[in-house]
């Protein structure tokens, strides 16, 4: 059974940082790709980073590149998404997704239906 457990979320400053973590079980890490997605209140969900299968090629969402970096452990099956000089655009539930498919990190980042097993979502304030 594929289950995804975010963590590591709360408050943070402006220009602060945060490091989540998702806890992959059911599956192994390399045999899946691995996305952060973030949902605010009103607004859509986002690409914030998407890892192919295999390769591990990373993709970024526009709002986030260069400020944010995901990273897999592949010995404890967990995915980090570490998060520096936050902002309060930043602000929303941050969800780990995962899928036995294959595809490029660019397109499914901007598909979320593409991807078939979700974690709870662990939430992200960004605030003074």
């Known amino acids: 059974q594929v289950q995804l457990v975010e963590s590591g979320g709360g408050l943070v400053q402006p220009g602060g940082s945060l490091r989540l973590s998702c806890a992959a079980s059911?599956?192994?890490?390399?045999?899946?790709?691995i996305a952060w997605f973030r949902q605010a209140p009103g607004k859509e969900r986002e690409g914030v980073s998407c890892i192919s299968q295999s390769s591990g090629d990373t993709a970024y969402g526009s709002a986030v590149k260069g400020r944010f970096t995901s990273s897999r452990d592949l010995a404890r099956n967990t995915v980090y998404l570490e998060m520096n000089n936050l902002k309060p655009e930043d602000t929303a539930v941050y969800y780990c997704?995962?899928?036995?498919?294959?595809?490029?990190?660019?397109?499914?980042?901007?598909?979320?239906?593409?991807?078939?097993?979700w974690g709870q979502g662990t939430q992200v304030t960004v605030s003074s």
């Open positions: 997704a995962a899928d036995p498919g294959y595809g490029s990190p660019w397109l499914t980042c901007q598909r979320p239906s593409w991807y078939d097993y």
């Open positions: 059911g599956f192994t890490l390399n045999e899946y790709a």
